[in-house]
């Protein structure tokens, strides 16, 4: 990768971003407390309006290792983590790298159901859960087995007066207190672990090829997969996103941390870059364009990193409050396409430019970006991150690439590209070549430049949202319903970007279709922002020879009925 006659993007970055990285030789717990011995005092977290230092954080980080460890977390281990964007994830995000253990992260609003299947794979025995999450591992049959549940109650990372105003009126004070702080039956309160001491210095620490994480992400097609990770991978993506936003500054930069940090990119930008540049991660358990407003008075946001939806929703309740967004320096945009009003809405009223980048769990997961530059092309996804490479091959003939301007599969070569799928031979073999290549799914053209553009999709994934919902497995609840017969998913592209879930359904001979009822028993099995908007009757379900739904038909077959 040494060769930048091969990199003929290289010419459109923006001046100062080198075509090549140093790859780290040290794990990401090194480059924690590398932040934390430099920026000791700076503010590391936001929580509410309750800050952090970096001192504080690698103290509870140390604290809450140990025990970790008196729990029986060893080496190699798989600890879940099932937490919203708080100041304790952060800390069970590193206390448990620092054992040499390895990180599963879980959306806390996924049902029982939708964990299961994710615990069966990677069987976890310790678990860190928001206590509004341990009721979904309860439902657990009593073949998952799990040691540990240590409960979070992320009001206490609340300050003390936004506490107390969460307990009133004073005539149930005693009765909601003991509500607000009581840890979930059974579990181990968090609080404890920090109770410990630290670990030892001479507790051996984890290499820089060891395993780091654990994300699971529907892939191409099917049940989610757990993309394997390496502290490698992790930080070699936190030194390209660090050489990409040239200009940004060591404990100068102000992280709002409203993607969730269970998702790769919130995974890569907060707990990763965020950490190594020292910067301040203002933390928001959800999106809301007020309390996003509102912390915009006191800690002005420098990166400001989400999908659509979120940048038009903000720009437009600043724009009604009178709140300057001029603080905003980097920002960009991924997980969908991003439509040229976004573009002009937000650039009106920032400090910078939004660009769009593209990446995938397995990568890391930023691949491409348009450069913070005049270069940027709107409509594209931008040019490969240094030290990355790619490639455009026949979807028939991947032994062929493609001219330029030719559409073709998009394939990935870079440190940031994942070790295989966990446990899943199968499915590795699918999405990684023999020689290093991850295959996307993706159909793109690419111009003489290396500027890409998305033509298409080969995996079949809808985007909601920012969030991927595989078709396969909102089809496999439906058919669960008594009245279904058949089903088959598919998504609708908005106008304004992103799709929405449309289910079109074969009823059973006397059924007859009962959209809510449908919708209520879908939300009982599935996170809600998986549950079919649209649900059509439809006679017969298309299929392929081999049994496979065709998607396409039902797609031309359904989308002018919604």
């Known amino acids: 990768m040494s060769n930048v006659e091969e990199m003929p993007w290289v010419k459109n970055y923006q001046p100062g971003v080198p075509a090549q990285i140093d790859l780290p030789t040290e794990s990401l717990v ?51 983590l099932i937490l919203p964007n ?31 299947h994710q615990f069966e794979s990677h069987q976890a025995r310790v678990v860190i859960a928001w206590d509004k999450a341990v009721a979904a591992l309860r439902e657990f049959p009593s073949d998952v087995v799990i040691d540990h549940i240590v409960s979070v109650n992320i009001l206490e990372a609340f300050p003390a007066m936004k506490r ?8 149930k004070l005693r009765a909601t207190r003991a509500s607000l702080t009581a840890p979930a039956p059974g579990t181990v309160p968090w609080n404890k672990l ?9 507790h051996p620490y984890p290499d820089v090829h060891d395993l780091a994480a654990i994300q699971y992400t529907s892939g191409t097609t099917g049940q989610p997969k757990g993309a394997m990770l390496t502290h490698f991978n992790l930080y070699s993506n936190a030194l390209q996103g660090e050489a990409w936003m040239y200009g940004a500054e060591y404990r100068k930069e102000v992280f709002y941390a409203i993607l969730p940090m269970f998702h790769a990119f919130g995974m890569t930008l907060y707990l990763t870059y965020g950490v190594r540049k020292q910067g301040l991660l203002v933390l928001f358990p959800k999106f809301d364009p ?27 309740a600043a724009k009604e ?40 769990t397995e ?91 998305i033509v298409d999709r080969a995996k079949e994934l809808i985007i909601t949202g920012g969030f991927n919902v595989s078709p396969s497995e909102v089809e496999a609840v439906l058919r669960l319903h008594p009245d279904v017969a058949d089903a088959a998913v598919i998504g609708k592209p908005l106008e304004r970007g992103g799709e929405m879930v449309v289910a079109a359904v074969e009823l059973e001979p006397g059924s007859t279709l009962d959209e809510d009822a449908l919708r209520q028993h879908c939300r009982s099995h599935l996170a809600a922002y998986k549950v079919p908007r649209r649900i059509v009757a439809i006679e017969d379900t298309p299929r392929s020879m081999l049994g496979k739904v065709l998607r396409k038909q039902v797609r031309d077959q359904v989308l002018p009925l919604v």
């Open 290 to 316: 007020d309390m996003i407003l509102d912390a915009m008075k006191k800690s002005p946001a420098t990166v400001y990193c989400a999908v659509p939806p979120i940048y038009e929703r903000t720009a437009l």
């Open 321 to 360: 409050r009178g709140i300057s967004l001029k603080s905003c320096k980097f920002c960009i945009s991924g997980a969908m396409n991003l439509p040229d009003h976004v573009v002009e809405l937000w650039e009106s009223m920032s400090g910078g430019l939004l660009v769009e980048g593209y990446g995938m």
């Open 194 to 202: 920090l109770e410990n001491d630290r670990i030892s210095t001479t």
């Open 86 to 116: 708080c100041p304790q994830h952060v800390v069970a995000f590193y206390a448990v790298l620092r054992l040499g253990a390895v990180v599963v992260e879980h959306n806390p609003l996924y049902t029982s159901r939708e964990l299961r």
């Open 30 to 80: 090194t480059m924690f407390e590398h932040s934390v011995a430099e920026a000791g005092k700076h503010p590391a977290t936001e929580f509410f309006g309750r800050r952090t230092t970096y001192a504080e954080l690698g103290d509870q980080v140390a604290r809450a290792a140990e025990g970790l460890r008196k729990l029986g977390v060893r080496r190699g281990d798989r600890v879940a």
């Open 164 to 171: 107390a105003a969460l307990r009133v009126p004073i005539k």
């Open 363 to 453: 990568s890391s997961p930023v691949a491409l970006g348009n450069p913070f530059h005049p270069t940027r092309r709107a409509g594209t996804i931008g040019v490969p991150f240094p030290s990355t490479l790619m490639k455009v091959v026949d979807q028939n003939d991947p032994t062929r690439e493609v001219e330029p301007g030719e559409p073709g599969e998009l394939l990935l070569k870079g440190p940031q590209v994942f070790q295989g799928y966990w446990n899943n031979p199968d499915e590795t073999a699918k999405t990684l070549t023999e020689d290093g290549w991850l295959r996307s799914g993706d159909i793109v053209t690419v111009d003489a430049d290396g500027f890409t553009t």
